[in-house]
C-alpha cells in the first residue's frame, strides 16, 4: 500500500516545520513530578498541570492499584449500560460536596464536558455568548450544539453586555474558563454572574485550572469570589490538580439528571475506569488532610512571579501558578525552550494556533511538589537566555 492519497500530508507536516510550528510527542521514562526523565536526562519539570502534586503520590496511586485489584482495569461499558459502578457515585457526592453544589455528574475528560454539554443545553436558534480565549473543547462544543456563537473580547464584559442586550435569542448560554490555561488570568466572574442574571442566561463555567488551587477548599474561582450557587453549570477536570483522569460537572440535580439523558458525550462513551475514580478520591482525601500543600504552592507561585517581573515579564494578573513568559516569533520561544533544557529545565515553548500568533511562549507551571531552589535556579537559567 502507498497511501498516495495521503501524499498532502507530509508536505503539510514540511511547512510546519519551516515555520517552527511543528510539535512532536516525547515519552517520559518516570511518572509526573517536580524532576522527569525526558531522553534518558533528568530535567526540573516545569510545564505540568498537576498542580498538587498528586499524580504520584504513593495515597493516590495505592488507591489506583487496589481499586484496579477489586474492580478490575476498564468499567467494560458506558454508564447508563452496565459500566456504573458504586465508585462512581461516590466521587460524585465528593465532587458535589467540595463545590458546594446540589449534585455532581462524571464524563471522561475535560474535553468530554465542553464537547457535549453545551449541545445539551443550547442548539439551533439558540444564543451562546464565549470569550475569544476560551479552551479549544469549548469552541468545539459550541460548535457542535449547532446554537449561534457569539465571541466576546478576552474578559470584555462592556462587550458581552451589549451581545447580551442584543439577543433575542430563545435561551442564552453564557461560557467562560474560569482562569485561562496559557496566561492564568482570571474571569471577571462576579461581573459574567450578573450580567448573566440579569439577561436571563445560563452561566457555564470551566474550573479546569482552578479546581484545587483557588478558593478557601479548593473548589476553585467560583468559591473564592462566593459565587457558587450563581453559576448554572460548573465543570472542572480531575486531569490536573487531582492528579488522576477524568472530568464533572457540578451543578443541580435536574441539571445533571438532563445530562444523563442528553449529552452525547455522557451517554456514547465507556465510564471511566475504577481506578481513576479511586485516585481521584483519594486525591481529594489528601486535599483535605495536608492544606500545607495548597500554602506551599502558593509560597512558590509568589516567589516564581517575583523573578519573573524581575526579568520584565507582566505577571499582574497571573492568579494560578501559570506563568506566560511571552516571546513573540515561534522560533524564538522554541531557542529559549531549547537552551533551558540543555542547563536542565523543561519549560514547552507554546505556539500558534493555542495561542495566537506573535505570543509565542513558555508556559511555566509549578507544582506543590517543586523546590524553592529550583524556582531560583530557573530563574537564573531564563535570565541567561532572554
Ligand atoms: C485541560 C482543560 C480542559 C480539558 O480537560 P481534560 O480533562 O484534560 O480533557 C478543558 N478546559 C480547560 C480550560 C482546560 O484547561
Known amino acids: 500500500m502507498t497511501h498516495k492519497a495521503l501524499d498532502w500530508i507530509p508536505e503539510e507536516l514540511d511547512a510546519l516545520e519551516a515555520g ?5 510527542l516525547e515519552p517520559m521514562g518516570t511518572a509526573q513530578g517536580p524532576v522527569v526523565e525526558l531522553d534518558g536526562r533528568k530535567l526540573v519539570n516545569l510545564c505540568s498541570n498537576d498542580y498538587l502534586g498528586l499524580a504520584a503520590h504513593p495515597r493516590v496511586v495505592r488507591a489506583a492499584a487496589e481499586a484496579a485489584r ?20 461516590e466521587l460524585e457526592a465528593r465532587l458535589a460536596r467540595m463545590k458546594g ?22 442548539g439551533a436558534g439558540d444564543d451562546i455568548f464565549s470569550d475569544e480565549w476560551n479552551h479549544a473543547s469549548i469552541i468545539d462544543g459550541c460548535r457542535l450544539s449547532r446554537a449561534e456563537v457569539k465571541v466576546y473580547r478576552h474578559r470584555d464584559v462592556g462587550m458581552l453586555e451589549e451581545l447580551l442586550a442584543g439577543s433575542r435569542a430563545r435561551r442564552k ?14 474571569a471577571p466572574l462576579r461581573e459574567i454572574v450578573t450580567l448573566s442574571e440579569r439577561h436571563g442566561a445560563m452561566l457555564y463555567v470551566d474550573e479546569a485550572h482552578s479546581t484545587g488551587v483557588l478558593g478557601a477548599t479548593g473548589a476553585g474561582l467560583a468559591e473564592a469570589l462566593g459565587v457558587t450557587d450563581r453559576v448554572d453549570v460548573m465543570m472542572g477536570t480531575l486531569g490536573k490538580a487531582l ?3 477524568g472530568a464533572f460537572v457540578a451543578g443541580t440535580r435536574p441539571l445533571t439528571d438532563w445530562l ?18 479511586a485516585a481521584a478520591i483519594a486525591a481529594l482525601d489528601v486535599m483535605e488532610s495536608e492544606p500545607p500543600r495548597r500554602a506551599r504552592l502558593d509560597a ?11 526579568l520584565g515579564f507582566p505577571m499582574k494578573e497571573v492568579v494560578v501558578p501559570i506563568f506566560p513568559v511571552i516571546l513573540g516569533e515561534e522560533a524564538r520561544a522554541l531557542e529559549v525552550s531549547r537552551r533551558l533544557r540543555e542547563q536542565g529545565y523543561h519549560v514547552k515553548a507554546i505556539r500558534p494556533p493555542t495561542v495566537p500568533p506573535g505570543t509565542s511562549r513558555l508556559r511555566v507551571s509549578l507544582t506543590a511538589s517543586h523546590m524553592p531552589e529550583q524556582v531560583e535556579g530557573f530563574l537564573a537559567a531564563l535570565r541567561g537566555c532572554v
Open 20 to 24: 517552527a510550528l511543528r510539535r512532536r
Open 70 to 89: 477489586r474492580f478490575g482495569a476498564g468499567a467494560g461499558s458506558a454508564r447508563l449500560v452496565v459500566g456504573d459502578f458504586q465508585l462512581h457515585h
Open 101 to 122: 453544589t446540589p449534585s455532581a455528574l462524571l464524563f471522561s475528560s475535560g474535553y468530554h464536558v465542553n464537547a457535549g454539554v453545551p449541545g445539551a443545553l443550547v
Open 173 to 186: 448560554l453564557v461560557v467562560t474558563d474560569a482562569v485561562f490555561g496559557m496566561d492564568g488570568d482570571a
Open 243 to 245: 492528579g488522576s483522569f
Open 260 to 277: 444523563v439523558y442528553r449529552a452525547r458525550t455522557f451517554v456514547f462513551t465507556t465510564a471511566l475506569p475504577p481506578a481513576s475514580v
Open 300 to 310: 512558590l507561585t509568589i516567589q516564581m512571579k517575583a523573578g519573573l517581573e524581575k
